[in-house]
């Protein structure tokens, strides 16, 4: 693709999943300047209609409620440094609000699509799959793994196998610069970084990242469980649980990337304080 185009890259490997890079490409046909101003007013857009999905949620809210939605917003250096850096983390917020809304409100396809396009933005989320199942909506699941196979076999017959299996060569071995890389805040890397990066030290550190992986897996399904079978917001925290639970489990996490977390925020901020899980059945039962 950068031989067609005529862009010189740095070096860099094509780190994305390959169908990204077909549904990026008419971004590329505009002149840069158009195109990153385009792009911004995406993001915008995107951010906007997050927020408005999260408002539609909770119309009874508070004024104080929004206005705390709005601080948190304004102030989040993750979205500051997305802006800046041009990510497509915003618009991973707006396809998780979607996919949250369609579960929430009984549209398993929107659901199913929106995590299905997650999937090929960025791969790291396909460990949304197991948690969704977790979470009870299994038909949402199986249709979401449905849409990505089917999103493989177009990316397929259009750019070939060759570009697929570079893809894989490089999430089985990823280059050894990104977990000595500071920004890269993921566990995996910093147990690397503390540990050493070569021999014993980094056997160690991929042993006890692995260990702290089934732990974290451990306990955010059991906090999904007992929050789906609790009288509480089933989808609204466990949906938030599991988007947290996604920057943990990541070997590669940046700083942007936690612009994801201003959905489970502003559910956190707009929702009515409640009691803890168990606190009612403990009262009836003294």
């Known amino acids: 693709m950068d031989r067609l185009l005529g862009i010189r890259r740095a070096g860099a490997a094509a780190n994305y999943p390959p169908l990204f890079y077909i549904l990026m490409e008419p971004w590329v046909l505009l002149p840069f300047r158009p195109a990153a101003v385009a792009w911004f007013l995406t993001s915008q857009a995107c951010l906007l209609a997050t927020l408005g999905l999260c408002f539609r949620r909770f119309s009874s809210a508070s004024p104080v409620r929004v206005g705390a939605v709005l601080f948190v917003v304004l102030n989040y250096q993750p979205l500051i440094e997305n802006l800046v850096l041009g990510q497509t983390n915003l618009v991973l917020l707006l ?10 409100q009984g549209y398993p396809w929107l659901a199913a699509g929106s995590i299905a396009l997650i ?138 990337h936690m612009v994801l977390l201003l959905l489970p925020l502003a559910l956190l901020l707009l929702a009515e304080p409640c009691a803890p899980i168990g606190f009612a059945d403990r009262t009836s039962w003294s």
């Open 95 to 104: 396809l998780s609000a979607l996919a949250w809304y369609g579960l929430r």
């Open 119 to 256: 999937l090929h933005v960025k791969v790291q989320y396909v460990l949304l799959l197991p948690l969704v199942w977790w979470m009870g909506h299994r038909n949402v699941a199986t249709r979401a793994l449905l849409l990505a196979i089917l999103g493989v076999g177009v990316a397929l017959l259009i750019l070939g196998p060759a570009h697929h299996l570079g893809y894989l060569g490089y999430l089985w071995s990823p280059p050894d610069y990104l977990h000595a890389w500071t920004a890269n805040l993921s566990p995996r890397a910093s147990l690397i970084r503390l540990l050493g990066g070569s021999g014993y030290g980094h056997d160690l550190a991929n042993a006890l990242s692995l260990l702290l992986d089934a732990v974290l897996f451990v306990v955010f399904g059991r906090a999904i469980r007992q929050a789906v079978s609790s009288e509480l917001s089933t989808v609204d925290w466990s949906w938030g649980l599991s988007l947290t639970a996604i920057p943990l489990l990541s070997p590669l996490t940046e700083e942007h």
